[in-house]
């Protein structure tokens, strides 16, 4: 059984930064890719940046380029995105996501909170 582990959120005033973590387990191949999404209240789940794990290619949407990075250990299972000069727009739920291979479904962690004050 899979499992997306998520941490690192919490509160933090606008220019600040956190680094979220996120731990994959029970993928017996590896995953093939790993992500990041967020929602805020009233808008729709959107990619933030995501990484594709045997190669190490990454993409960022555009509103974050430059202020978020996505990284992984993989001998820990674990993708990371830090972030940078955070706005308070960047306010939402960050969930993990990872799928097995290109052609499977995602998987999805809780989500972990993140707040950013004016």
């Known amino acids: 059984q899979v499992q997306l582990v998520e941490s690192g959120g919490g509160s933090v005033q606008a220019g600040g930064s956190l680094r979220l973590s996120c731990t994959a387990s029970?993928?017996?191949?590896?995953?093939?890719?790993m992500a990041w999404f967020r929602q805020a209240p009233g808008k729709e789940r959107e990619v933030v940046a995501q990484?594709?794990?045997?190669?190490?290619?990454?993409d960022y949407t555009g509103a974050v380029k430059g202020r978020f990075t996505i990284s992984q250990d993989n001998a820990k299972n674990t993708v990371y995105l830090q972030m940078s000069s955070l706005k308070p727009e960047n306010t939402a739920m960050y969930y993990c996501?990872?799928?097995?291979?290109?052609?499977?479904?995602?998987?999805w962690g809780q989500g972990t909170q993140v707040t950013v004050s004016s």
């Open positions: 029970g993928y017996t191949y590896g995953t093939y890719y």
């Open positions: 996501a990872a799928k097995a291979s290109m052609n499977s479904g995602r998987d």
């Open positions: 990484i594709y794990t045997r190669s190490g290619n990454t």
